[in-house]
């Protein structure tokens, strides 16, 4: 089992920034990966961005490369999304997920967080 917890999230004017974060109580198993998820309403969870907490290798969605990063503090525990430029279109919840199954981008996870509303206004 582990535990995570979000934070971060709130709203924001178009072109703003937010940081979300997540602690976990442990770092990931298996393939390593934690990872960044995000649901609109009325849409499926959709994939924005993962590290691979050994090298910290990184993957990002189209929709978000150039505007966002994903980085981890190994001795807190936490991975973060930092946020700029943000868009009306980037209204959503965001999730957290550990221990990836399979590819990065796939949201084959074992565990994820209870997510965090991020809201960007126009």
């Known amino acids: 089992q582990v535990q995570m917890v979000e934070s971060g999230g709130g709203l924001v004017q178009a072109g703003g920034s937010l940081r979300l974060s997540c602690a976990t109580s442990?770092?990931?198993?298996?393939?390593?990966?934690m990872g960044w998820f995000r649901q609109a309403p009325g849409k499926e969870r959709e994939f924005v961005a993962a590290i691979r907490w050994s090298g910290a290798r990184t993957y990002y969605a189209d929709a978000v490369q150039g505007r966002f990063t994903i980085s981890r503090d190994k001795s807190k525990n936490t991975v973060y999304l930092q946020m700029d430029s943000l868009k009306p279109e980037d209204t959503a919840v965001y999730y957290c997920?550990?221990?990836?199954?399979?590819?990065?981008?796939?949201?084959?996870?074992?565990?994820w967080g209870q997510g965090t509303q991020v809201t960007v206004s126009s």
């Open positions: 442990r770092p990931p198993y298996g393939t390593g990966v």
């Open positions: 997920a550990a221990d990836a199954r399979s590819t990065p981008e796939s949201p084959d996870y074992d565990y």
